[in-house]
């Protein structure tokens, strides 16, 4: 293929970057690990929670089933869990307003077009 | 080495010298390929790792159903519509537009070597919608087929001769503007 080149590159770059470019297996294997290590911390810490609250569970239920704590289990089913005035509180949302990046990630995400956006900015 | 003996390493288990070859054979040519389109040397810098990790990453699932020359090409194109994409939307954020960006980034770029009617033609081309900006480009400066352009940008070869007359008739009207 003919090409019309009207640019030129700093000395030796390609030489450095087929160098560069070649060391991506490499790489990709050392980071395949760094990558997943986020999620089996999460699986793990998941697995904790399941196995403690279960165990929890089981021993209380025990106590349930022997009659320790029936009375104080049936006071508090009569008590609302949830307070009205925080229920329907109208205080202001305290949420971190989003990056620019943040932004830019969800309107790519939800392939939002960019003459949509430049349409409700000029709605705006 | 050519395509069809790259995949033949490959498919004997030789998965990072086929890699290796890849990059020998394709950086170069993708490099001039995205280029064009970001006008930047270091966003194509850039740009070139994440295709080169997208094509390491894809290489397993290559049936050979297609050239490898047309695969290679439609990740890179894919890649660089996305980063485009992003740049508009960023453009837009800021009140600016992304041809008036390409535009400063054609007047200024320093590595930069041609003339001043090439100059003008390659600020033209910033002006085309993307997928005439995409046919001509692959066509006038890579020369390359109509049905591999097809097969790299998923369109009909008749849409895609369309789509170049249109770009070239308005290039010809912009640089008749300045002349």
């Given at each position: 293929?003919?090409?019309?080149?009207?640019?030129?590159?700093?000395?030796?770059?390609?030489?450095?970057?087929?160098?560069?470019?070649?060391?991506?297996?490499?790489?990709?294997?050392?980071?395949?690990?760094?990558?997943?290590?986020?999620?089996?911390?999460?699986?793990?810490?998941?697995v904790?929670?399941?196995?403690?609250?279960?165990?929890?569970?089981?021993?209380?239920?025990?106590?349930?089933?022997?009659g320790?704590?029936?009375?104080?289990?049936?006071?508090?089913?009569?008590?609302?869990?949830?307070?009205?005035?925080?229920?329907?509180?109208?205080?202001?949302?305290?949420?971190?307003?989003?990056?620019?990046?943040?932004?830019?990630?969800?309107?790519?995400?939800t392939?939002?077009?960019?003459?949509?956006?430049?349409?409700?900015?000029?709605?705006? | 080495?050519?395509?069809?003996?790259?995949?033949?390493?490959?498919?004997?288990?030789?998965?990072e010298?086929?890699?290796?070859?890849?990059?020998?054979?394709?950086?170069?040519?993708?490099?001039?390929?995205?280029?064009?389109?970001?006008?930047?040397?270091?966003?194509?810098?850039?740009?070139?790792?994440?295709?080169?990790?997208?094509?390491?990453?894809?290489?397993?699932?290559?049936?050979?159903?297609?050239?490898?020359?047309?695969?290679?090409?439609?990740?890179?194109?894919?890649?660089?519509?996305?980063?485009?994409?992003k740049?508009?939307?960023?453009?837009?954020?800021?009140?600016?537009?992304?041809?008036?960006?390409?535009?400063?980034?054609?007047?200024?770029?320093?590595?930069?070597?041609?003339?001043?009617?090439?100059?003008?033609?390659?600020?033209?081309?910033?002006k085309?919608?993307?997928?005439?900006?995409?046919?001509?480009?692959?066509?006038?400066?890579?020369?390359?087929?109509?049905?591999?352009?097809?097969?790299?940008?998923?369109?009909?070869?008749?849409?895609?001769?369309?789509?170049?007359?249109?770009?070239?008739?308005?290039?010809?009207?912009?640089?008749?503007?300045?002349?």
């Amino acid at each position: 293929m003919e090409r019309k080149i009207y640019h030129n590159v700093p000395e030796g770059y390609f030489e450095n970057l087929k160098t560069r470019l070649s060391a991506i297996p490499q790489e990709e294997a050392v980071s395949g690990w760094s990558r997943m290590r986020p999620y089996a911390a999460l699986v793990a810490a998941f697995v904790a929670i399941v196995t403690v609250g279960s165990a929890i569970l089981t021993l209380s239920s025990r106590s349930i089933l022997s009659g320790e704590h029936s009375e104080e289990f049936g006071i508090a089913e009569l008590i609302p869990s949830i307070d009205s005035y925080l229920y329907y509180s109208e205080s202001d949302d305290t949420t971190e307003v989003s990056s620019e990046d943040d932004i830019l990630e969800y309107l790519i995400q939800t392939h939002t077009s960019v003459e949509q956006i430049a349409y409700l900015g000029n709605e705006n | 080495m050519s395509d069809k003996e790259i995949i033949g390493l490959w498919n004997s288990g030789q998965h990072e010298r086929a890699f290796n070859e890849i990059v020998s054979g394709y950086s170069e040519r993708l490099y001039w390929h995205v280029r064009r389109f970001t006008c930047c040397h270091e966003d194509t810098d850039d740009l070139l790792q994440e295709i080169f990790v997208k094509i390491w990453a894809a290489l397993p699932s290559f049936r050979g159903e297609a050239q490898l020359f047309t695969w290679i090409y439609r990740i890179a194109t894919n890649e660089t519509l996305n980063f485009l994409r992003k740049k508009s939307l960023r453009s837009l954020l800021s009140s600016g537009s992304l041809t008036a960006e390409l535009e400063r980034l054609v007047e200024d770029d320093p590595y930069f070597n041609g003339d001043e009617a090439e100059r003008l033609l390659l600020k033209a081309i910033q002006k085309l919608p993307t997928k005439q900006r995409m046919v001509f480009t692959m066509r006038y400066f890579d020369d390359m087929k109509y049905e591999d352009i097809s097969e790299i940008l998923g369109s009909s070869v008749s849409s895609l001769k369309a789509s170049y007359h249109f770009a070239h008739e308005k290039i010809k009207g912009l640089l008749k503007e300045n002349f």
